[in-house]
């Protein structure tokens, strides 16, 4: 596969979704106070990609935005139109680091999800389907709009918003649970979700738009108390052993409920001595990017694991018995499972199971 050079950063682009009242606009302004520096650009209610520095009033976000008649992104536009959007927020002079598209309280989150993965923008990546509900009138939601459990079952990330309000929040944070399908589901007050969840909160000056593995593993040790209604684990796993292409993947393939979040680079040791391979995973969504060995890069396989309920310590032991016990040998076939899911740009992109 020809692929995105190391000069092009890839951009999560982050579909949020949930019906009207749910706290998206609340969840988006929360994000925006707390993005530790992050720069992000945001998509809402269709017209109007604005790009917003994280450290100004969030209070601009409204007021910058216009919006057409039906408010519905998925209907209003098309994935070219769309595509011109995320070029002009991807555009490297604009330093943005994470883009999230804020949808109608009517918009189909399958479609957006469909829009985002059909773009053929080299500098994107699909961030994951984040759905917000309301807690306190989630019976009634599900009674008037039925369809909110195929919506859930296709999220990566739900927020259970507006706890505070609800009477039973511990029902209704199981039902939601009992819905969907591998996503993460986070309790959350006035949309304080840790933005850890969605992007890297201070992007490493070495890869503009990459993982940092030191900042984000000692972030999260040292910034603990300001992580409000985090409700998040999280793992950061280093090796200097290569890791063995199957038993990786049968970890990828199985990775438990609640995992929402894989970032890093993987060593594939005699495989494939030429690359190292970036892996971004978010919910069911899985891709691999090659990535040619560098003379001063450590041949190291460094990897930060995030999720909601997730047992850190059985997943890092997963991860240790990936590791190849026989790095000088490899057989042709080894790579063909991690091949999958290197997608050549001629391709049509792979969509998460509906």
Known sequence: MSQPSSGIRQIPVVVLAGFLGSGKTTLLNHLLHRSGGSRIGAIVNDFGAIEIDAMAVAGALGDSTVSLGNGCLCCAVDVGELDGYLAKLAAPSTGIDVIVIEASGLAEPQELMRMVLASEHPGIVYGGLVEVVDAAEFDDTRARHPEIDRHLALADLVVVNKLDRAADGDRVLGLVRSLV????????????????????????????????????????????????????DSLAFSSEVPMDPRRLMQFLDSRPVGLYRIKGYVDFGAYDTRNRYAVHAVGRFLRFYPEMWKPEDPRLTQLVLIGSGIDAPALGKELEACKSDAPHTADEHGMWGVLRYVQDPEEEPVEPPA
């Not at 503009?208 to 409700?231: C, E, N, P, V």
């Open 181 to 232: 399908d591998r996503a993460a589901v986070v309790p959350a007050s006035y949309g304080r979700i840790d933005p850890e969840f969605l992007f890297d909160c201070r992007p490493s000056e070495e890869r503009i738009g990459q993982l940092s593995f030191d900042d984000l593993h000692h972030h999260g040790h040292d910034d603990h108390a300001a992580h409000l209604h985090a409700a998040y």
